[in-house]
């Protein structure tokens, strides 16, 4: 069974404060795995922030580019997300994804949330 826990959010954050994120996966190998954060934030639709490859390639949403970075942990089976100078407009649920290379199924974690005050 596969599992996907996000942490690292919660509480308030002061705009141009930093966060970080972890999705540390069970029942699935994240360095083999396609793994996504995605963020949704209230009556938005849901949007990728970052990806990274089973290769290890990493791919950012426009919005965050230079200020978000996605890297993986194999030894702890975790993908992190480190946010800096963050800003009120990425206030959302923050959710990671993971597909196992060549497979379709995807899985998702329960949400974790994100507040940026301004």
């Known amino acids: 069974q596969v599992q996907l826990v996000e942490s690292g959010g919660g509480g308030l954050v002061q705009a141009g404060g930093s966060l970080r994120l972890s999705c540390t996966a069970s029942?699935?190998?994240?360095?083999?795995?396609?793994i996504g954060w995605y963020r949704q934030a209230p009556g938005k639709q849901r949007e990728l922030v970052a990806s990274?490859?089973?290769?290890?390639?990493?791919n950012y949403a426009d919005s965050v580019k230079g200020r978000f970075t996605i890297s993986r942990d194999n030894a702890k089976n975790t993908v992190i997300l480190q946010m800096n100078s963050l800003k009120p407009d990425d206030t959302a649920v923050y959710y990671c994804?993971?597909?196992?290379?060549?497979?379709?199924?995807?899985?998702w974690g329960q949400g974790t949330q994100v507040t940026i005050s301004s």
């Open positions: 994804n993971a597909r196992r290379r060549f497979s379709s199924l995807e899985y």
């Open positions: 029942g699935i190998t994240v360095s083999s795995s396609h």
């Open positions: 990274i490859s089973a290769g290890g390639n990493t």
